[in-house]
């Protein structure tokens, strides 16, 4: 079994001259489930191969009553070269794709940093899974692997 | 992980989530460019929207909609290449 999720495609006012003038862009974007503490948020992650870490807002941190107060602390580094905090904390994360769920535990960041998006990267996600981005169908998907920990 | 009365918290019901997401007309998308949005847990709906993710939270405050019933997810803008 796995997890199948279509890319989400954004409409674009142009044509994308790097996709042959398509007028929309897809996006490896999917919808996952954080549950904290003391309550639960439901986010649009976008999955990033290149990413170190998953990483949230901390707005979403106080949204599930986490607290990051003595949390370890790092650095992350963005495409755009702009260095922010991050504190690490674990959750469970819970993905489903209407047909199939998985839930884990799982060290996840949160920074200070305005996120446009979750990133889903390798620690806390990726590492769990074989992805397959199948870009001529627009959609991932996810089976667990043997290091995945959860249910 | 428990509330304080040693229930299980539940996240929103995503099941049907992934398909109506999948299917949101783009239209209608298209007026959220740029902008933090909520969906319903069933992927239908845009319910509150705002320029950043403390804007969407007021909205959502405002409109009496409790931040665990809903998406939250960011539409971006039309000239915008992600790297």
Known sequence: MSLLFRYKVVAVPHPVVT???????????????????????????????????????????????????????????TAMLANAPVRYAQVLLRVTDGKEQREWPAWVGFTPAKLQSPLLGFAGFLQFFTATFRGDREEIELTVNNLYPGT | ?????????????????????????????????????????????IVASGATEEELEAALVAAGIPFNQVVFSYVDGPDVSRI
Do not use: C
């Open chain 2, 1 to 45: 992980m428990m509330n304080t009365n040693g229930e299980r918290l539940e996240p929103p019901d995503l099941r049907h989530y992934e398909e109506n997401r999948s299917k949101f007309p783009l239209e209608e998308l298209a007026k959220h460019w740029g902008k933090h949005v909520a969906f319903s847990p069933d992927g239908t709906r």
């Open chain 1, 19 to 77: 996709l042959g003038g398509r007028w929309s862009r897809p996006r490896p974007i999917l919808p996952l489930a954080v549950i904290g503490p003391a309550n639960t948020a439901a986010v649009d992650g976008y999955l990033d191969t290149g990413a170190d870490d998953t990483v949230f807002s901390e707005r979403l941190a106080a949204r599930i009553g986490l607290d990051l107060t003595n949390a370890p602390q790092g650095q992350l580094t």
